[in-house]
Structure formats: structure tokens, C-alpha cells
């Protein structure tokens, strides 16, 4: 008798399709679903990389590094919080952020703003080589 050959997931492949299906519809008593547990173990591991990154940098920089985190946490966070703001004033505003910036700034913010968002997407590309290539 054949054994029948089972599909796997591409990003688990040692969790056959059928074992995810029945895993991701049983909870713990918790509440929490085994696909929520997947997805927490992932982010350990990413966080574990960011801090790897930070402990490196503060080596070779020193701890006057943490002042320079600490200003661009507050830069990120005041950018989101007035995202959060101007999100909940118009629910059913369609579209980007960059959206927002050419409704409230006019076109021509607008139009700088979607080009430095391209710029940055390539620039932050490749520093995600760069790193890929000194972390592996």
C-alpha cells in the first residue's frame, strides 16, 4: 500500500496542511490560537535580531547612541500619532498617508513627499542587504 504523499506549507515545512488546519482552529484555554503562538515566536526572533543590532552599535558607538534612538522614537511617534489623529477625524478618508500630507499641505508636499518615500524604500532596500550580508 502507498503511502500518500502530504502537502507541506512553504514557510513550515515540517507542518503538514492538514496538522495547520487542525492547529489553527484549537485554542489553549487562554483563548489564544496556535496560529497567534506562530506568529509570537516569529517576532521573538526578529526582536532578538534588533536587539543583537543595538547591542552591536552600542559597543562599537557607545551609550550615547541610546540619545540618538530615543529622538527618533519621538519623531516616529509624534508622525504616527498625528496619522492616529487625522484617521479618527475622517473615518472614511481613502488612501495613503501621503494622501493626508496632499490634502492638508497642498500638491506640491505632496509630490515631494511621494518621491521621498520611493527614496527611501531604495536607500532602506539596500541597507536590508547590507545587513543580510554581515548578519549572515
Known amino acids: 500500500m502507498a503511502m500518500e504523499k502530504q502537502k507541506s506549507i512553504a514557510v513550515f515545512p515540517h507542518i503538514h496542511a492538514k ?3 487542525k492547529m489553527a482552529s484549537r485554542q489553549d484555554k487562554e483563548g489564544i490560537f496556535a496560529w497567534q503562538l506562530t506568529f509570537i515566536g516569529i ?8 536587539f543583537l543590532a543595538t547591542a552591536s552599535t552600542i559597543h562599537e558607538t557607545g551609550v550615547s547612541v541610546l540619545l540618538s534612538y530615543a529622538i527618533g522614537i519621538l519623531v516616529v511617534w509624534t508622525i504616527f ?5 487625522m484617521l479618527a477625524r475622517e473615518p472614511g478618508h481613502k488612501g495613503s498617508a501621503l494622501s493626508y500630507i496632499e490634502k492638508y499641505l497642498g500638491r506640491a508636499y505632496g509630490f515631494i513627499g511621494s518621491w521621498l518615500y520611493w527614496l527611501a524604500g531604495i536607500l532602506i532596500m539596500s541597507s536590508e542587504v547590507t545587513g543580510i550580508s554581515i548578519f549572515t
Not at 43 to 50: H, W
Not at 81 to 85: D, I, V
Open 43 to 50: 517576532a521573538s526572533i526578529l526582536g532578538a535580531g534588533y
Open 81 to 85: 500619532a498625528t496619522f492616529g489623529e
Open 19 to 21: 496538522q495547520w488546519k
